[in-house]
């Protein structure tokens, strides 16, 4: 018997039938006598709605009580979906991410796994119960109180509860056939990559990516856990993720130069504007974003005009920091020396990925012809040994994707079938 691990996403247990048709696969799974961990997301668009809610409340929801809230999502659809196995007469039991064991450090709405205590998961599993996981949550291990991962990290508790328990690998279920060569609902003809290394998938993540979190991948490449990204409205096969070793040699992408685009609508622009050039500006600046917490992406900073002394520094970062980050910037206004703050949160970027583009020159180029072609203008850049990102206007956005997969021959005849989901 082996033991395996699945995560279901919020899309596959959007209502009742839904939880009713995941329950089934389950079954499936258990009746081929694996003992069967289950990770669970909140139904649909369950805690964006919770987040709605709380901002309607309050404009400053207190995070740990924001916490307190985002939980409850996932603890409704791990407690229906018990039910929906128990009634198909397979024994089945939920737990909370704390009962669950999973211990975090404190900082609510980006807590981290600190470690996992799965004595009550090892004895539900050996009592031969489906054990289902409430996703994206646990329990800080100083303050006690009920934490949550960071959006969209029930990835990452499967990914940690497949390490705890010795998984053989673990099985990512989702709205779409696997990882694609671009999000399927921007581009219908992206194509599902059979096979994709721990590192081009942690660059994909990191540039918005969203079929995998990217904290998920980190943990699965650290620990040699294989991910099997799949749909759940399926029994196609779907997307491995693994170490480079592993993958088969036909679908080794050294072969191909590019593995995918990646688009990311979440990020926003500050424009720190006159910035004196002097020593110890720009790390007073983004001394301010790390003491407020807000990770920052691309920076760019401006040759300095001779005749001012002073100089431009832009950088994006999560358009949800975006009236924080101005707010703290702006309290030290004077201090840094800065005339004045712009800020833009209608920007997209895209970014082309592939482990190719270390041994083929001229990506840069073919990507910023077809973005010239189209008449896109490029606002940033920055690149990575396997990577490279442009911010473009928002409305643009899909257009530049578009093209940039054509351009390196990424297109298919077939179209990207999306099962389900908002897309939110
Ligand atoms: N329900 C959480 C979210 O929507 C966690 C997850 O789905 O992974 O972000
Ligand atoms: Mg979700």
Redesign the pocket.
Known sequence: MSRIVQKY??SSVADAESIKRVARKIARAKQRGDAVTVVI??MG????ELMDLAYQVSPQPQTRELDML?TT??RQSAALLAMALNDLGVKARSYTGSQAGVITTERHGDARIVTITPGRIEKSLAQGNVTIVA??QGVSQDTKDVT??????????AIALAAVLGAKYCEIYTDVDGVFTADPRIVPTAKRIPEITYEEMMEMAAAGTKVL?LRAVEYARREGIAVHVRSSFSDNPGTWVKGHADIAKGNQMEEAMITGIASDASEAKITVVGVPDEVGRAARTFDVMAAAEINIDMIVQNVSAVSTGRTDISFTLPMSDGQRAVQALNAVKDEIGFEELLYDDQIGKVSVIGIGMRTHPGVTAAFFDALAANDINIDMISTSEIRISVIVEAPKLATAVQAAHTTFGLDTNGEAVVYAGTGR
């Open positions: 996403g919020g997301s909140a668009d369950t805690t964006d985002l999502g996932e996703g994206f949550t991962l960071g959006r969209g990290a029930s990835d990452t508790t979190h």
